[in-house]
């Protein structure tokens, strides 16, 4: 993944530079920087710096719309992706830490990547798009409220759910057959959860597929965040047009080349499968499913 990070001194030439951002600018000064994104005179999100003109590494929303800041994301690690999220409840001063650490990179949750990106991308705010200040204020709260239902699944995800969710959030991962008495090996990106199943699809036409058909046992390994997780299996056919459908609409871009009848598409679910989570800093967690 591309970590697009961008100090606030060049967000604040950027902003300034730019007349429809530079309208919105509530409050900048060496370590933050306050957007008014709705015009109602109140700011809606906030970057900061712990370190004077350093890179944005805190992203303060205001999703309750009440003009104070309430969803909270850290890169504590300065990788650019959050590292620690909280919410600050209604009305009061508690703190609600939603998620810290391994579980929000592995959750892919770069709210504040995507939002630094936002200043820089003249695409989306831009007037071809047709974008409103509104709309993007709209975009952010539920971008932002969106990211942080997936969040709170992802932390308290656990077996196959975990799997899922790691596969999912890894944007692909590589499958391994055999072929004769030879390995072989092919990156994948497909991947349903269902009826309690962990599903990937291939095409009948693809080598991949008759090595699965000579011997069904395969691995997986997928990398994400500096983890990663190597799935033993024998893969089993479900021929049903439903799942295929399922697929389909998951990964839409797959119309492109499959369709549910077209006697080529091929969903296989994992069986019997061993699920070993690894990184350099924790012990293997084992997962069977
Ligand atoms: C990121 C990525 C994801 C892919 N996902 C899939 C997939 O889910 N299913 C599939 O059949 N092919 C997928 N492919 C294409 C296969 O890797 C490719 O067709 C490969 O050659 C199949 O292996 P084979 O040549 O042994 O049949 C993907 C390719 C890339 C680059």
């Known amino acids: 993944m591309e970590v697009k990070r961008i100090s606030i001194r060049e ?28 015009g109602d005179g109140m700011a ?52 609600a830490l939603v998620a810290f650490g391994g579980e929000v990179e592995l959750g892919f949750i770069n709210l504040g990547v995507k939002v630094a990106n936002l200043l820089v991308a003249e695409d989306f705010m831009n007037r071809e798009l047709g974008l409103s200040l509104a709309d993007l204020a709209a975009y952010l709260k539920t971008y932002a409220a969106v990211m942080l239902a997936g969040l709170e699944v992802r932390a308290e995800a656990t077996g196959i759910d975990k799997v899922y969710y790691f596969l999912n959030d890894a944007g692909y991962y590589f499958l391994a057959t055999v072929d004769g008495n030879k390995p072989k090996v092919r990156p994948f990106g497909t991947v349903l959860l269902r009826d309690g199943k962990l599903y990937i699809q291939t095409g009948k036409s693809k080598s991949v597929s008759k090595q699965i058909a000579e011997n069904p046992f395969v691995e997986i390994c997928c990398c994400l965040n500096g983890a990663w997780v190597r799935i033993a299996a024998e893969l089993v056919e479900d021929d049903s047009v439903e799942v295929k459908e399922a697929m389909l609409e998951r990964m839409p871009s797959l119309k492109g080349m499959y369709s549910a009848d077209d006697d080529n598409m091929q969903m296989f679910y994992l069986k019997d499968a061993t699920a070993t989570f690894c990184s350099f800093a924790t012990e293997p967690e084992v997962i069977t499913f």
């Open 11 to 38: 967000a604040k030439k950027r902003i300034k530079n730019d007349p429809e951002l530079s309208k919105m600018l509530v409050r900048s000064g060496w370590r933050e920087i306050a957007l008014d994104l709705d």
């Open 44 to 95: 809606d999100v906030s970057f900061s710096s712990t370190k004077v003109g350093r890179m944005i590494d805190t992203i303060a929303v205001d999703l309750s719309g009440n003009g104070e800041f309430n969803l909270y994301l850290h890169d504590y690690d300065g990788n650019g992706i959050p590292d620690t999220v909280f919410m600050v409840e209604d009305g009061s001063d508690a703190e």
